[in-house]
């Protein structure tokens, strides 16, 4: 293996951490989610981390290590609501946000010339609060831990953070999709 390859390397094994993370869930062996959502966190920092520190970037690692950080958060978000961890009507809130933004920037992409997708940092800043969040939620569940308190500002932090995001990407490149569909 090629050193500069282990950012690609700690993607990829952040995407297989998937399965394991939510059939532990879903059996309701949290202790064991704990650990490997921990795993998933020091793989995404490490793989971000190498990739900049080192100039160990790639094209692979720019598309796919956001896909594998959705998918994560994704399956891990829907699981925790299956077994009744977190609601169900901010579980459909949070995937309501991410399909808008996925569609739009699809049609960005298709309607706007030279679009180049580019995070935003409330977008970034929100996957975080996202991650924290569930991070607690799971040591909560693990250890009887965090107090309610905590877990509602998270909560609430959370909400608003996804509302902020979208309202960033309404402004750019939302204002030029919606006037190139209508106008």
Do not use: C, H
């Not at 992409?109 to 409330?122: A, C, G, N, W």
């Not at 932090?157 to 106008?183: A, C, D, H, M, W």
């Amino acid at each position: 293996m090629i050193v500069s390859s282990i950012p690609n390397f700690l993607t990829v094994f952040r995407f297989f951490l998937v399965y394991p993370i939510v059939i532990s869930i879903l059996e309701q062996n949290y202790q064991l989610t704990l650990f490997f959502f921990f795993l998933a966190g020091v793989s995404d920092f490490l793989d971000g981390f190498l990739a900049r520190k080192y100039s160990w970037e790639s094209r692979f690692g720019k598309i796919f290590d956001p896909i594998s950080d959705k998918v994560l958060v994704i399956a891990t978000l829907i699981s925790l609501s299956l077994v009744g961890e977190v609601n169900i009507y901010l579980t459909m809130f949070l995937l309501s946000r991410d399909l808008f933004i996925i569609v739009g920037v699809i049609l960005s992409s298709l309607l706007i010339k030279d679009y180049e997708i580019k995070p935003y940092f409330s977008g970034k800043f929100n996957s975080f609060v996202l991650m924290t969040y569930l991070g607690f939620i799971i040591l909560d569940v693990s250890f009887n831990f965090v107090p309610a308190l905590f877990s509602n500002f998270i909560m609430v932090t959370l909400i608003f953070t996804s509302l902020y995001s979208v309202i960033e990407y309404l402004n750019y490149p939302g204002r030029k999709v919606i006037s190139q569909i209508f106008f």
